[in-house]
């Protein structure tokens, strides 16, 4: 394993992208918007009780990606098995119409695929990562090895921008704040903070942290969640961001295991990245 870079490597604008420790926020806008999917949320509120083990379940998202993005191609691979296994098990029941439905159904998958990479890769573009369109059509591109870990058709998942906005534009209509959405939503911005968090966190940075989280989403899903759809509202998103960047990145911020052995995997083969900007 020593030479093996992973699915993506030194030169992928997923390294670039990834390695900024605000994308942690991106992570949230995604749940925010995951959570407009009425099957997607029920899948979720009928196979897990996220009041409970909400913090467990981010930090294993979190391992998960950091795993895809940064580990080797066996460590990649085998963390997408496992997901494929723990999904194929789970059954949820459609709110609507009682229907069942499997959690891996495609379009399940797609959808939350879909929302987590546009979730990093437009919060990295407005917290100023210097992106060109060219970079976030590569990003998309080489995301789709991510979707084919956890089961998805590499011929059927968005691979760039106008794929995506595309996507976006099928499955709004599907779209709808459910009562599942609404108590999703509720919970991701007043969660529960354990002792031990609230010192480093405290419950008002996180009420900050989740109203700029909720105001990156696009203004069709702020609209979907009741809540004005104003430009200003964009704007003021974009220089949070950009803020809560500048922040992160002057932080004793301490890489994980799986990023550290990445990198010295990339040195010992002289491809090493420049530290992002601290």
């Not at 509120?45 to 467990?56: P, T, Y």
């Not at 997408?80 to 069942?100: C, N």
């Not at 950009?242 to 491809?271: C, F, H, K, W």
Request: proline residues 7%; aromatic residues 8%.
């Amino acid at each position: 394993m020593t030479g093996d870079l992973g699915l993506f490597g030194p030169d992928s604008v997923s390294w670039r992208v990834h390695r900024e420790p605000v994308l942690w926020l991106a992570g949230l806008r995604a749940l925010y918007l995951q959570a407009l999917h009425p099957r997607a949320v029920a899948g979720v509120v009928q196979n897990s009780d996220i009041r409970r083990d909400c913090w467990a379940r981010l930090m294993r998202t979190a391992e998960y990606v950091g795993t895809v993005v940064y580990g080797t191609t066996e460590q990649a691979e085998r963390a997408g098995r496992r997901v494929r296994g723990i999904h194929a098990r789970l059954r949820g029941r459609d709110p609507r119409t009682g229907e069942e439905f499997r959690v891996d159904d495609p379009d399940l998958l797609r959808w939350v695929h879909v929302t987590e990479v546009e979730s990093f890769v437009s919060t990295a573009r407005r917290a100023r990562l210097g992106l060109t369109d060219d970079d976030v059509d590569q990003y998309y591109a080489e995301q789709v090895r991510a979707a084919e870990l956890v089961g998805l058709d590499p011929a059927s998942v968005p691979s760039s921008a106008a794929d995506v906005a595309a996507f976006y534009d099928d499955v709004r209509p599907r779209l709808a704040l459910t009562a599942e959405a609404r108590d999703v939503a509720k919970f991701l911005t007043v969660p529960p903070i354990p002792n031990r968090l609230i010192l480093p966190i405290g419950r008002t940075a996180w009420l900050g942290v989740a109203t700029t989280a909720f105001a990156l989403l696009p203004r069709w899903a702020r609209r979907l969640y009741r809540l004005p759809g104003f430009p200003t509202t964009d704007l003021a998103a974009s220089l949070a961001v950009v803020s809560l960047r500048r922040v992160s990145n002057a932080l004793p911020v301490r890489e994980g295991p799986i990023y550290r052995d990445a990198m010295r995997r990339a040195e010992q083969l002289g491809t090493a990245p420049q530290p992002a900007a601290r």
